[in-house]
């Protein structure tokens, strides 16, 4: 179990975290747990996750604007259960007619121009998102109620590169995604900047509609928000299913 951060403090099951972490992640985490984080604005014009509240969870950028939730958060009871990637879950993005290429640079200018130039979260494949942050991981276990993946890559819009903080992003969801808040269940962001999760412990990052992990596996550094819907320890069992990106791609077009 990682380091644990409840009413601001971070701990790691009884010991604490090294000072480089415990200052990190409370500077990054802090706004997250003593404000009120809101639905408004999560998709549309805004970028995805583009400040410390909105990182914590809801906001995947899209093309409509998600209706606020009209009923009371789901209790914490995990009875939706978890499951394979491959049992009914659609990559939302796989329609747009992405890059074949495998070059790096290829790949992430070629998203770059499907953009306006100014929205930093561009919708991209998840055969892209592979070729772009090569040895990059993906969950192989999913909420039962999954039905989509929403992908995206990230960028710095003045050098037209990946934002090194955030590179990729990408959201799970119960039914079509961006248009009801409560279809959103899970948030992952991938940056290239391993400073703050320097090893596999996995920070345990408790807010008002769910619950945030932050880890490193050494290449990439990943932030995976659950909803309230899941449990804290389905939430480690969604992060300890991760599995090479490419690989689910190239599996999934030979099943296809």
């Known amino acids: 179990m990682g380091p644990r951060v409840v009413g601001g403090l971070v701990h790691r099951s009884g010991w604490m975290a090294s000072e480089k972490v415990l200052m990190a992640l409370r500077r990054r985490f802090a706004p997250v747990i003593v404000v009120v984080l809101t639905l408004a604005g999560c998709g549309g014009g805004g970028g995805l996750l583009d400040t410390l509240g909105e990182r914590s969870h809801e906001y995947v950028e899209g093309t409509t604007t998600i209706a606020p939730p009209t009923t009371a958060p789901v209790a914490s009871t995990g009875g939706v259960g978890l499951k394979s990637i491959g049992e009914g879950v659609a990559w939302y993005n796989d329609g747009i007619g992405g890059s074949n290429s495998n070059e790096v640079a290829v790949v992430i200018s070629a998203v770059w121009r499907r953009g306006d130039g100014e929205n930093r979260f561009i919708q991209a494949t998840a055969r892209e998102i592979s070729v772009a942050l090569p040895g990059v991981q993906f969950l192989s276990r999913l909420p039962g109620n999954s039905t989509s993946i929403t992908s995206q890559l990230v960028y710095d819009t003045a050098s037209a590169t990946l934002d090194v903080g955030v590179s990729a992003a990408f959201g799970v969801w119960a039914g079509t995604p961006y248009e009801v808040a409560e279809d959103r269940l899970v948030v992952l962001r991938i940056g290239q900047d391993v400073s703050i999760a320097?090893?596999?412990?996995?920070?345990?990052?408790?807010?008002?509609?769910?619950?945030?992990?932050?880890?490193?596996?050494?290449?990439?550094?990943?932030?995976?928000?659950?909803?309230?819907?899941?449990?804290?320890?389905?939430?480690?069992?969604?992060?300890?299913?991760?599995?090479?990106?490419?690989?689910?791609?190239?599996?999934?077009?030979?099943?296809?």
């Open 198 to 256: 320097a090893d596999t412990d996995r920070a345990v990052v408790e807010v008002d509609d769910g619950v945030n992990l932050i880890w490193s596996d050494g290449l990439y550094q990943y932030e995976l928000f659950c909803a309230q819907l899941l449990t804290e320890r389905q939430c480690h069992r969604i992060a300890g299913s991760f599995r090479p990106l490419e690989a689910m791609v190239t599996s999934a077009v030979a099943a296809g």
